[in-house]
């Protein structure tokens, strides 16, 4: 499944890149997350207690941050992998000053597989965008507070 | 069916199940049609179900002070056979009579369906066109919100942990209000792809009133808004109607899968759309 | 001697109610999922979420410690056991090895991993979560095609083409056809994979008397014989210490004319705890692990002249085989190709299939088993090929059906049709729908700018499988009658019916022979230890065949009949009918229940007979039978949404004579509206990766009863001089001659913008991108 879209973040572009690759940061806005551990050099290990609607299941995942370019653009790869199924993700995030803002774009591709690809395609497009949308508001908020 | 482990209470007032579910770690139970099958594929496993259909008086419908209540535990069935309902908002009771199957309807309730907000039921549509509220209530309160501002996102809504849809209210129609759910069903799980609901009032040749509720086409229902501003004050003529129509998914992101690309999806909300105004403006 | 009452009325040939219907439809029959046993055990199986991964280790240890789990099994506990057995052979076939329990990788989504036997179903599967598996996932490939291309992930690393097998079948001199040709048409066809989706999913109870050494497994099979015989195989143990239930069967449609590893794997369980064992497949299972059907990707070329005539047709046929075969994988696109000529007369073809290895669950045989390719593939040819001349469909086929003169006629394909009025069947089609005014509404709605279309289908097909050498377990069927002390009749058939109601038409062919009521006989079958032998029920095969024992066995018993009647009336010149033995010289008589009782009682036997009433027939039939018929569909397309309405549907078929005429229409409906599943709504849909995204009922659109259209059918009856009594088949007649019908209708349908083929499943979205993208997809 192809994912892409576009978000602002109230920050300037090498503040959002850092950011976006802050452990903690990404522990606040990544939906579900209980735990975010480096592993190595832009390696992170994480528990997901992912929750939409009646719908929850526990995931187990890696992110990795690879091919950076500071402050415009880095590649994100996440894998999840849990009882109702597994997820593997991997995308591009361009960055690009607005009006004193920060545009993140992204484009990617996510590979689901197990239960929730056997049974969920008729809402896997919607959920993937509410995730993804969850994710940029949760960092849009993170980025004002701090 | 072979879920994990839960525990079951089923509670016999309204009072006794809001304490139950008042920390927020169990699940409300209606009809079922959507927790069950979660269940039972193990997508869902609620540690504590609290089933609402013990409970006397949650299942009514009522005229009272222009409007109609309708509680959270009517089933589809009752919604669509009602005739207080057929008689005074038909929009609800033709979109319930087109839920699912006829086994959906005799158990699945209105509540539960809203209470779920999945993008594709039917319900909303035809909710945000005759502008309903719905009635949460929680162990120790309650309040009433506008249903526009009760769907947040896909499967999610306003509803706070600890807290149920109590009551649906609708307006009870004035006569010569013009209504029609036009949808598009999936073949295999009877779900709008497309489901649009229309409201429309006319007086003198002009629409004074319009409303469009879309189910389907998006992450959460909508309402139209920009296809109501195009009819209200015309004279509601086919180009009218398809000009209404064409900016019924404007502005809007819509949802893709196997059976129907956002591209496709679009174009039969605009199809449908304008079918259903003119099924409309044939009885407004 | 008691007054006797000679029976005259005959049942054959009257719509007589289902014997079966009454504990069917109130609940009280008994499936696979209704057996309660003492100490009953439960199993629950983890299958792969992969299509293709390495397994670098299994830790049990979580489940077995979870109260009330008994044991896990993995793939290294089962080495002794298995193969999950392929009755088919081709020459050079590649037969990857299928253990019960994946070993060191798993080869498709559902491939089963583990089995978890637990005090109930609910911890066992509970413990099934608890297990942990550590996958390396690998490359995959779905798509038959994809698989063929170099550097594709190759399903089983010893073959790195993913070929299982190549298959040529040649006749005539197609070149010279092709070169001689006026016209020729070309065109790429997909019969999508589907999932049979049999009400009841499968099911297996297995029960060790270690005391006895026996064991017993009750499975939702179609043929528990050959079950029995290939299970006993798997598990080492002699034949005569397995017996095979199959109680009442909810639909099988060709999945349950198999073996699965579950069978084996139950059978295996049960022996090592020492109590019976239940294992139930939910849908989920149904959709992922059993067998799908179709799955064909065809290349055909067709050559004719301008005057219609057909000269040779040339197929590539791509069969998505899945990941392994199982009883029947790769003999099914030999059946596609046996039928490829269809009903007409051109003698040059030409076909190679390509058996195809993909990370997917394996196909196999499927309502109609590689007869609806071969038939929607041939019946699209010649409408495109009448297209392309300007020719009606109808009189294109007029002028190329084999002629009822003709018959026996030889196939090129090396088959014997038997009897066919393929004309006759045509114009009572045409006959009944109206077709020259149908044609006339046509001009008239396209002046309105309306999508209506006309489609016909003209199918034959092999029927009663049939002749021993051409099947691979024998193509006999057995049947014993017995009629009991008091008169009652006791009727065992080794075909397997599970739903076809083959109680109720086996009885009426008693009852004309006995002259006893309908209730008076029972019909008994699915249990080795009850059947002696049998084949099964699938190929529109079992009243063709399994009747046919039953009528020879009836006249076996007929003549002891009378040898007992004659002693009993002291003559020898008796007659036996209407359930009475009459002695043709003083008009005595004795009733049938009279004589069973002497001959039990065996106080005064006729010489040279033993005591008893009791007969058995195994009969092999000398041929195939080749039903016919014709179908008409009309359609018409929402130019604005690209949905489908099917405004007629008339279905002329022949299945030679009629038993019973409700059943037959009633196999017409089934067979319709699974034709009208592939033609309208299903496709079994792998992503890339492997992933069955369409894995429920959610998703996987069936039809519906409010889907199916009312059903115009009629009926040619052209008996057959394969069985005395001149019946054919019908199972699968419906599925067989409907998605031609449908496609060609709605291909007719969209023409004038250019349309001259669309693949199946007809969803609105493709047609709507054909309409408004000019006619390409």
Redesign the interface.
């Known amino acids: 499944m192809r994912i892409s879209g576009a978000y602002t973040l109230p920050a300037d572009p090498e503040r959002a890149y850092t950011l976006l690759q802050d452990p903690e940061a990404l522990a606040a806005s990544m939906p579900g997350c209980r735990e975010l551990v480096r592993t190595a050099e832009d390696e992170y290990e994480m528990k997901m207690n992912l929750v939409i609607s009646s719908i929850q299941g526990l995931f187990a995942g890696k992110i990795r941050v690879a091919d950076k370019e500071f402050p415009a653009r880095f590649r994100l790869i996440v894998e999840g992998d849990g009882k109702i199924g597994f997820m593997k993700g991997e995308g591009v995030l361009t960055l690009s000053p607005v009006d004193g803002a920060t545009e993140v774009r992204y484009d990617g591709e996510v590979q689901v597989g197990g239960m929730i690809a056997g049974v969920g395609q008729r809402l896997l497009d919607a959920t993937a965008k509410y995730l993804i949308k969850r994710f940029f508001e949760k960092m849009r908020e993170w980025a004002c507070h701090e | 069916m072979?879920p994990?482990?839960f525990e079951y209470e089923a509670p016999r007032t309204l009072e006794e199940a809001l304490q139950l579910l008042a920390d927020g770690s169990a699940?409300p139970l209606a009809g079922g049609m959507?927790?069950i099958p979660?269940m039972k594929?193990?997508?869902?496993?609620?540690e504590r179900v609290v089933d609402l259909g013990r409970i006397p008086g949650l299942s009514y419908v009522r005229e009272e002070d222009g409007v109609i209540r309708i509680g959270a535990m009517t089933t589809h069935y009752e919604i669509e056979s009602s005739p207080v309902l057929k008689a005074r908002c038909p929009l609800l009771a033709a979109t319930a009579a087109q839920i699912g199957?006829m086994q959906v309807r005799n158990v699945g309730t209105i509540g539960g369906s809203l209470a779920?907000?999945?993008?594709?039921a039917d319900y909303p549509a035809a909710l945000l066109a005759l502008e309903a509220q719905v009635r949460l209530a929680r162990a120790g309160g309650e309040r009433t919100v506008a249903i526009a501002d009760f769907f947040t996102?896909?499967?999610?809504t306003a509803l706070e942990p600890g807290e149920i849809l109590r009551e649906v209210i609708v307006p009870a129609e004035a006569p010569g209000t013009g209504v029609s759910y036009q949808k598009?069903a999936?073949?295999?799980?009877g779900?709008a792809v497309v489901g649009i609901a229309v409201r429309l009032r006319r007086s003198q040749g002009k629409i004074t009133l319009a409303r469009l509720g879309v189910t389907g086409l998006?992450?959460k229902p909508f309402r139209a808004l920009a296809a109501e501003r195009l009819l209200e004050g015309s004279s509601a003529t086919e180009a009218d109607v398809r000009a209404a129509a064409g900016a019924v998914a404007d502005g809007v992101?819509a949802?893709?899968?196997?059976?129907?690309?956002a591209e496709?999806r679009t174009?039969?909300a605009r199809?449908y759309a304008a079918r259903a105004l003119r099924a409309a403006l044939q009885a407004a | 001697m008691a007054t006797t009452i000679t029976k005259t009325e005959t049942l054959v040939g009257k719509r007589i109610r289902r014997k079966e219907d009454p504990r069917l439809i109130t609940g009280t029959a008994t499936y696979v999922d209704d057996i309660q046993m003492p100490g009953m055990h439960y199993a629950a199986i983890l299958r792969s979420p992969h299509a293709a991964a390495r397994i670098r280790s299994i830790r049990v240890g979580p489940a077995l410690e979870h109260p009330g789990v008994v044991a896990v099994f993995t793939g290294k506990d089962v080495e002794g056991i298995g193969p999950v057995p392929c009755g088919a052979s081709l020459p050079g076939l590649r037969v990857p090895y299928h253990s019960v329990l994946a070993r060191d990788r798993v080869y498709f989504v559902g491939h089963p991993v583990a089995v978890v036997v637990a005090r109930d179903r609910y911890i066992a599967r509970d413990a099934v979560d608890r297990i942990e598996v550590d996958y390396e996932p690998l490359p995959a490939v779905s798509d038959p095609e994809k698989a063929l291309e170099p550097g594709a992930p190759a399903v089983h690393p010893e073959w790195p083409d993913n070929i299982a097998f190549t298959y040529h079948q040649e006749a005539g001199d197609v070149d010279k056809a092709f070169a001689e040709a006026e016209v020729v048409v070309k065109q790429r066809i997909v019969s999508q994979r589907l999932i049979p989706t049999a009400l009841e999913t499968r099911g297996v109870v297995a029960d060790w008397r270690s005391g006895e050494r026996s064991l017993t497994i009750y499975s939702s099979t179609q043929i528990p014989h050959l079950m029995r015989t290939l299970v006993a195989q798997a598990l080492g143990l002699p034949e005569n210490r397995l017996r095979v239930v199959a109680p009442e069967v909810g639909g099988g449609f060709g999945s349950k004319l198999n073996v699965y590893a579950e069978e084996i794997l139950m059978g295996f369980v049960a022996m090592k705890i020492g109590k019976p064992i239940k294992w139930i497949e939910s849908r989920r299972e149904n959709f992922l692990c059993t067998i799908h059907g179709r799955g064909h990707v065809d290349y055909f070329e067709i050559a004719g002249k301008r005057d219609g005539t057909i000269l040779g047709l040339k197929l590539k046929l791509i069969q998505d085989l899945g990941a392994y075969h199982q009883l029947l994988t790769p003999a099914i696109p030999t059946l596609s190709v046996l039928m490829m000529p269809g009903i007409y007369r051109f003698r040059n073809i030409r076909a190679d299939i390509i058996g195809v290895f993909t990370n997917c669950v394996p196909t196999d045989a499927y309502r109609g088993a590689g007869r609806p390719e071969a038939t929607h593939g041939i019946e699209r040819m010649v409408d495109m090929l009448a297209a392309e001349i300007g020719m009606d469909p109808a009189e294109i086929r007029f002028k190329n059906f084999v002629r009822p003169e003709e018959f026996p006629y030889e196939t090129p394909t090396g088959l014997s049709y038997d009897t066919g009025n393929y004309a006759g069947a045509l114009e009572k089609a045409l006959e009944v729908a109206g077709y020259r005014q149908l044609r006339e509404e046509q001009k008239k709605a396209r002046q309105e700018g309306r999508l209506m279309g006309i489609g016909i289908s003209t199918y034959g097909e092999i029927c009663a499988f049939g002749p021993s050498p051409a099947t691979p377990a024998g193509g006999w069927e057995s049947a014993t009658v017995r009629v009991e002390p008091t008169g009652k009749v006791t009727v065992l058939t080794g075909a397997s019916p599970h739903g076809q109601g083959e109680e109720t038409t086996f009885a009426q062919i008693v009852c004309d022979e006995l002259g006893v009521d309908m209730d008076d006989v029972v019909v008994q079958h699915g249990d080795t230890a009850v059947v002696p032998y049998g084949i099964g029920t699938f190929g529109s095969r079992a009243t063709a065949v399994g009747g046919t024992a039953v009528y020879y066995a009836l006249q076996a018993l007929k003549e002891k009949i009378k040898k007992f009647g004659a002693t009993l009336l002291e003559s020898d010149d008796v007659s036996f009918s209407g359930g009475v033995c009459v002695c043709n010289q003083t008009g005595r008589s004795v009733s049938l229940a009279e004589i069973a009782a002497a001959s039990y009682r065996a106080a005064k036997l006729p010489p040279g007979t033993e005591p008893g009433l009791v007969s058995t027939y195994f009969w092999e039939p000398p041929n195939f039978t080749f039903p016919f018929g014709a179908h008409i569909v009309v359609t018409e397309v929402d130019r604005e949404t690209g949905a489908v309405e099917i405004k007629r549907y008339v279905a002329v078929d022949d299945c030679g004579k009629v038993i019973n005429p409700m059943l037959v229409d009633g196999q017409v409906h089934g067979g319709v509206a699974q034709g009208l599943g592939q033609a309208l709504y299903e496709q079994a849909v792998y992503d890339e990766n492997g992933q069955l995204v369409t894995g429920e009922l959610t998703d996987y659109a069936i039809p519906k009863a409010t889907m199916v259209p009312r059903i115009e059918t009629a009926h040619t009856e052209t008996p057959t001089p394969v069985n005395p009594l001149g019946i054919k088949g019908v199972g699968e007649a419906g599925t067989i001659a409907c998605s031609p019908a449908v496609v060609n209708s709605v291909v007719d349908a969209l023409s004038p913008l250019g349309v001259r083929h669309i693949d199946m499943p007809l969803t609105p979205e493709k047609l709507w991108r054909l309409i408004h993208k000019g006619g390409q997809a």
């Open positions: 072979i994990q482990n699940k959507s927790l979660l594929l193990r997508l869902a496993a609620p199957d779920h907000a999945d993008p594709a996102d896909v499967f999610t598009v999936h073949p295999a799980s779900f998006a992450a992101e949802n893709s899968d196997l059976y129907a690309s496709y174009h039969l199809v």
